[in-house]
């Protein structure tokens, strides 16, 4: 993936300084890393769900209830999580207990199947066939990165920058295909297939391809298989490769982001506080299932797409612009901790601040600049007004066409396609059209202001940039400075004590708490082991 | 929100007179009968945008022009038409409306209450309570769809309202699903609720009615006459209406966005002490 570089970028064209951006740094790492020494010594069900998934464990009962969920919840009755989901299940595997995973899981809801912990070589032996079984899961997600930079390479990438994002959102799969492969001949480089309303407070993932979502479509494996065969045609067909996003984010993080990883998906929303903040998941939940969704997801060559469009929906954009570089900076140090590169770290912001206040287009190029030379060599994400759209779609319209303008000069990389429709109806087949000619015609026309654009020295635009980042350092040095009891984590006690947005969330509530597990001396994840290990085949994407 | 309806327009279909003949004696009054305005009194003009499910050629324009004369625009003029792909077309058109418009017939459905904007709804609270008002919200019974309560009370929101969370001056304790009626009418109590929340979408065998009065004889149990917070059910099946026989205070259907339900529990907080709530 190239970056703001390409833009000729030859001096800054902040002039910040690169003491405050190590130091705003350093806090971040120092703000993250007690956390993720928590997330590194516990599971929840989903990671151990997701691992039954690696070793091709899938399908529900009649009642929709996956196999997946049935076998851990009898693991879990029966022996604890406390050492993982695999060793129990493959040492009864060994003991014949059931020929295969499938027969096991059914056998296992219906009550008739014992679990023990194997002790001593049982218990080795275990955990090799755990390793072996989840070998070809691991194989395939890295034969899925080959074949998309084969793909890459054959049909090619976007000509333009940013990449065109656009989203189809009809409750049914089927549905959808037309529309995503309709936007895609017109335009569109990356297609998001909007989630069902509240699937990601769901505990588990559905199963199939499904015909009624609730202003969305349910995010399933097959639905994914479907989607991208048809984009794989549509691809062909326009002479580019169309990448496709889902969205990973809520109580089942670890599991879609593998059923992304085995179907081939490019781009994942995954946030690293989305849910403790806006959903009320609980945060210990939220930091282990984020830390292994987005190892599998770096396995997997997927680029993730941060949330922090939502920080400021629900508060001030103007005084809540440093809340988003807190949040770029910790998802930044999260990502790379579990193995992210640059090039897969689309981390968000969104032109979000009242058309109201003067000089909102100023501030507007001056937070996407700084996010611009904070991250220089991660794809951006830029997403669209949808606070300030009122229904006055002329009005919207030209408030698109300004964010399309802040997107061509300062250097993105995805652009949010936004509808003049925001907040009126589900888009018209014409409101997308006219969307996209409104991006053709700024990416045309201004394309190439990146070139140009320089921000006087000391002018509003750099000093307003300054001002934010020195408020996301003070910002941070709250949170890091933020020591309850004794021996408690500051990141966890400032979420706990709304530092962040509105909500106050205290890391023992919350949704999907339940779900989480200390991990005891001897746990063994193999996926987890695999995770560490080199890539079995496949490309180097750049 | 702009686009919010309050009132519905029933369209004159026998206009009494067609020509409305201006008022002689008092030109201040406005007429009954009006027209839509481009730039002049009485124009009629109207612009209108739509698609057709057809190639773009000569055919296609002559369908837009037909539609129009349908949808009373004439003379219409056709001022714009694109291809979207290749089986649909994009137009604009112009056009006097022959339509008259008759405002004796325009009837105003009215809300029972004022629809708040967030600001308006915190304002209210605290000017009438002083402190902040508190929502206790489960799923009882064995329903596990928490969609439509999280739907309310997450600051996710809902159709681009933010949840009850948003609300400052709203305490929000959301219990979650599959809460039992005696831990929901203790964490009420505890909580000292104003409002409880309760979301129902399992309607197998009537179980939402049966979870319902389960819930509302429970509170009325637990609470002194008159203090029983204000019940409140939503869910897609209650029938409208049914408030009393479920011993609710107020159902919500399906669509109802958190705005909604805050201003309604600013109205009915508002309305608690001028008239005592009774609950049979």
Redesign the interface.
Known sequence: MSTANQNGQARPKLELDPIVIRKARSLARKAGAPVVKIAKTHTTVSVERAVLRLAGLSGADHEGEPWVNHLVDAVRDEVGLELGVTTPVFDALRRGEAPDLLTLAQKAAAGSVSFRLPQGREGVAAQRLALRSVRPGMARIDRNRATRDRLIKRHGNPRQRPWIYLIVATGDIYEDIPQAQ?AA??GADIIAVIRS??QS?LDFVPEGATREG?AGTYATQENFRLMRAALDDVSREVGRYIRLVNYASGLCMPEIATLAGLERLDMMLNDSMYGI????INPIRTFVDQRFSRQIHARAGIIINTGED?YL??ADAVDAAHTVTVSQLMNEYFAKEAGLADWQLGLGHAFEISPEIPDSFRMELAQALLARQLFPDAPLKWMPP?KHM???IFRGYLLDGFFNLVGAMTGQDILLVGMMT???VTP???DR?LALQNVRYVLNAAGGLAEDFHPPRDGFIQNRARQVLSEAVDLLEKIVGDTGEPGSVPLLQAISDGTF???KRPADAG?GRDGVIRCAPGYDNPAGTLLATARTEGGVQK | ???RDTGSQKAASEPSSPTAPPAKDAPQILPDIIRPYGDTTGDGMVQV???LPVPHDKRAEGAALQLAAKMGVAPALLVHA?A??SG?T?FIVYGSVSHLVDLRDVVVIEREFALLSAKEANAAIKKRLHRKLVVVGACIGNDAH??GI??IL???G???E?GL??Y?EIKVV?C?AQVLVPELVARARAEKADAVLVSQVVTQKDRHIHNTTQMSAAFREAYPAGKVPLLIVGGPRFEQGSEERLGVDRIFGKGTTPGEVASYLVHAISQAGSTTKEHP
């Not at chain 1, 903040?277 to 009320?280: A, I, M, Q, S, V």
């Open positions: 309709t001949r017109e309303t509240g407070l609730y903040l806006f959903r009320d939502n929906t629900t949808t009122t229904g006055d925001e907040a009126v018209f087949l014409s059209d947005g509105l909500m949704k | 929100m702009s686009t945008s739509f698609t694109k979207m792909g649909f994009f928490t969609v999280d739907a997450n600051i996710k809902f159709a681009g933010k969370e948003y400052s959301n979650g």
